[in-house]
């Protein structure tokens, strides 16, 4: 990022006088469980229990990871800060074969879900019958295509198989809705309806596509998510179809407190009986590379993204179910999506009035292979890999963007009750432009004191400088708020930063804060609260009325009839005042950070709580460091590795470091041509959790096959391919596995979205092939008990 850009300024913004009305009992959704509990949806929020409820969902499918993986999978989206997992149920894999469904191995969703119930994740399953993702047909079976009738209508042709299907979803999950005591709130019914399509994959080379839709709608029919200004002769039948599908649901025994339905580009949903779902991606394939809108605040709960849309936006939550966390990679296109770029979406649509959060993809993985290839190949996918740069990838691996959306995950979920009433206020001068990067972003989440500013400074495909010297003037009903109280702020390049004024912390008011709210415990009758800083901004809490303050690393003043407590940028502080206790540590700190049983764990490595102990495991790394707050005078063992005390990062932590007993993989990766590799046979975890081979090459393509079978592949994109091992070991033990590259040539037309340092030099020919590297990575594990 470039220099900063000194120009001090002061940002004002007058809070409403009046704030929208909630409406209630207008939405056919809602429910109650065997113990009375409830779910409902009004007009602004989703509320459990009679609380105000944001979900964070994150997209996992079951059929594309090996089911014997799937609760670490789980346990590490919860970790992550998931509390909803949204996966599709893709009718081509089930029934490859009219009137035989396949519900085992990688396919046993009843095996999926009640893993999710075990670990209290909550589930959303999309029905489909179409489902796109990326999969062939959009997940409807080839022997469907030769049928006399139209799919996705209200052919009874078409209907009577849809039947089956659900049906057949129904007895798979009898017994897990929310209804009965389980734990699936809602289903998504068909996707992208009157919106988009997939292309058949029984087709002709170089014939033109033949989507998956019926012919009446052929003309509001998009390749992609996108702005359809079509007119929709037929919007009166798309909304029937829904309420048909509905209808077949429930006979089948599908009945569930949310329905959900594509609410983007005037895709069809059912009108006051479904939440209309929004989407956001920065870095589509199927559009033209250049600045998105996703980074400008508006009132989304008015207008929503992808607008036009198909119903009245102001009667129902405005819930986002596919923000791009990645994106997939085709021949055509190959866009890296800059980790650094989610956090400020989520914060802009968070701030923006969204209450809900929707990856799409969180976990990556592989297509399965059975007759034939499954992914969408006509399209130019890779036959296997559904990686999308993920959170976490194809392999199970964690991503930077894991740990950094987690900081919004925590905050939601001890604040998102607070925050689901408030709605979002624009200062006047709000950037409505993609390329106007000089003027702050930022919007208010707000009653008529009380609220939250979020702000960030990240533009996609723009380079962006600091915003330096700022100060915030927020008008509220009683006085003005200024953020910082004293001094200035920098909003560093690429960063975002989520900041509370007149917040009520059990009776203690937080009058401003230039630092962000993490989470909060509560242990032993005392409520500790928990902050992190962010560089640019000096760390500053401003209290309601002049306190006795207790503290260590902070400087306590008085102003006014404020308390201020300041402490140093990137330094952890804490102090105590009226009975609670505070503690502010840095974002790279807070990064590490996982709340179990109301006690916080820090570490580099992956923490995966699981009944009485606590999974670690260290991707590359021997030795991690381990703290937790409360320090704790409890012993602690561990299995698979060594616990030292080490000097602590405050007197109110404990700290250890964590050693392994170092292992050095045999792995034998040899060459046999310029484009063939083995794996030799013999590999062994040797008691690691996991091997990741890492390929650092340049190149189009490479693929890997046993008993030339493709196992997997993988398109370069400027980033390595990381394979991980673990669910090839069984075959590696015994057989060879052969790697195949292609060279890149200096025509492919996806080199538009590559960084210079990604094109290999084509000086002296026209496509290259170069290895550069090969590293084999273990991941190392051990368990923990707090005794």
Not at 163 to 172: A, D, H, M, R, V
Not at 490 to 510: C, E, R, V
Not at 739 to 752: R, T
Request: glycine share 8%.
């Amino acid at each position: 990022m470039a220099p900063s850009v000194h120009a001090q300024k002061v940002y004002s913004i007058e809070l409403p006088s009046t704030y929208k009305k909630i409406i209630r009992g207008h939405l056919a959704l809602g429910g109650i469980d065997p113990n009375g509990d409830s779910i409902a949806v009004n007009s602004y929020y989703i509320e459990v229990k009679g609380k105000p409820f944001i979900p964070v969902i994150g997209e996992f499918h079951y059929s594309r990871y090996p089911s014997e993986y799937w609760e670490e999978s789980i346990l590490k989206m919860k970790a992550g800060g998931i509390n909803v997992i949204a996966t599709y149920v893709f009718w081509n894999l089930h029934e490859r074969k009219e009137g035989t469904f396949d519900w085992s191995g990688n396919l046993d969703l009843k095996k999926f879900i009640t893993l999710c119930q075990k670990h209290a994740m909550q589930v959303i399953v999309r029905l489909g019958p179409f489902g796109h993702g990326e999969i062939r047909n959009g997940a409807l079976p080839d022997w469907l295509y030769g049928r006399p009738f139209e799919v996705r209508s209200n052919d009874e042709g078409y209907l009577h198989y849809v039947k089956i299907l659900y049906g057949q979803i129904g007895n798979q999950l009898q017994g897990l809705f929310y209804k009965d005591g389980g734990n699936i709130i809602g289903v998504q019914l068909e996707n992208e309806f009157q919106h988009t399509a997939a292309p058949w994959e029984i087709t002709y080379p170089g014939s033109a596509r033949e989507y998956t839709v019926a012919r009446r709608d052929i003309g509001v029919t998009h390749e992609g998510v996108s702005i359809s200004q079509a007119k929709n002769e037929n919007a009166t039948y798309g909304n029937d179809h829904m309420a048909t599908l509905k209808k077949i649901a429930n006979a089948a025994g599908i009945d569930v407190p949310i329905y959900t339905a594509t609410g983007w580009g005037n895709a069809a949903i059912l009108q006051k009986g479904s939440v209309p779902v929004t989407a956001g991606y920065a870095y589509p394939t199927w559009a033209p590379k250049e600045p998105s809108p996703f980074y400008l605040y508006k009132d989304i709960h008015h207008n929503p993204d992808y607008a036009p849309v198909s119903y009245d936006p102001e009667l129902y939550p405005s819930v986002p179910a596919e923000l791009g966390s990645g994106i997939m990679i085709t021949n055509y296109r190959r866009p890296t999506v800059i980790w650094q770029s989610i956090e400020p979406m989520i914060v802009r649509t968070l701030g923006s009035g969204s209450n809900g959060i929707g990856y799409y993809m969180y976990h990556g993985g592989s297509t399965p292979v059975f007759d034939h290839f499954y992914s969408e190949e006509s399209t130019g996918l890779p036959k296997i890999s559904y990686d999308f740069q993920a959170p976490i990838g194809e392999f199970g691996d964690i991503r930077e963007h894991y740990r950094s959306l987690k900081l919004l995950h925590m905050f939601l979920d001890s604040y998102g009750d607070k925050l689901a009433p408030l709605q979002s206020s624009l200062p006047v001068a709000n950037p409505e432009k993609a390329d106007d990067v000089t003027t702050l972003r930022y919007a208010v989440r707000s009653g008529p004191n009380t609220g939250f500013v979020f702000m960030h400074n990240f533009q996609d495909h723009i380079d962006v400088k600091d915003i330096a010297d700022v100060q915030l003037k927020i008008k509220t009903a009683t006085e003005p708020i200024v953020i910082p109280a004293k001094g200035a702020f920098t909003l560093k390049a690429g960063a975002s930063a989520i900041l509370p004024f007149n917040l009520d912390l059990n009776g203690l008011l937080l009058k401003s804060a230039t630092v962000q709210p993490l989470t909060k415990l509560e242990r032993n009758g005392a409520v500790h609260y928990v902050f992190f800083s962010n560089d640019g901004f000096k760390p500053m809490l401003v209290f309601d009325g002049i306190k006795k303050v207790k503290g260590e690393n902070c400087v306590i003043s008085a102003s006014g009839n404020t308390t201020l407590v300041q402490g140093t940028e990137g330094k952890v502080f804490s102090f105590s005042m009226d009975g609670k206790q505070f503690l502010v540590i840095p974002r790279s700190l807070a990064r590490q950070a996982l709340k179990v049983n109301d006690v916080l764990l820090f570490s580099e490595a992956t923490l995966l709580p699981q009944g009485g102990s606590i999974e670690l495991l260290s991707a590359g790394h021997d030795q991690v460091t381990l703290s937790i707050y409360p320090g704790i005078s409890k012993v602690i063992t561990i299995t698979g590795a060594e616990l030292v005390k080490a000097a602590p990062l405050s007197k109110l932590f404990s700290s250890y470091t964590i050693k392994f007993k170092t292992v050095t993989p045999t792995v034998r990766f040899e060459k046999l041509s310029d484009q063939k590799y083995v794996l030799k046979a013999g590999v062994s975890l040797k008691g690691l959790n996991d091997l990741t081979l890492r390929l650092t090459y340049k190149g189009d393509r490479a693929m890997a096959f046993f008993d030339g079978l493709l196992v997997a592949d993988h398109f370069y994109y400027g980033k390595p391919w990381d394979i991980g091992l673990k669910r090839f070991i069984p075959k590696l033990q015994q057989q060879d596995m052969v790697f195949i590259f292609h060279p890149l040539s200096k025509a492919a037309p996806y080199l538009i979205d590559f960084d210079p340092s990604e094109i290999p030099d084509f000086s002296k020919e026209n496509s290259v092939l170069q290895m550069e590297k090969i590293d084999v990575i273990p991941e190392y594990k051990a368990v923990l008990s707090i005794d």
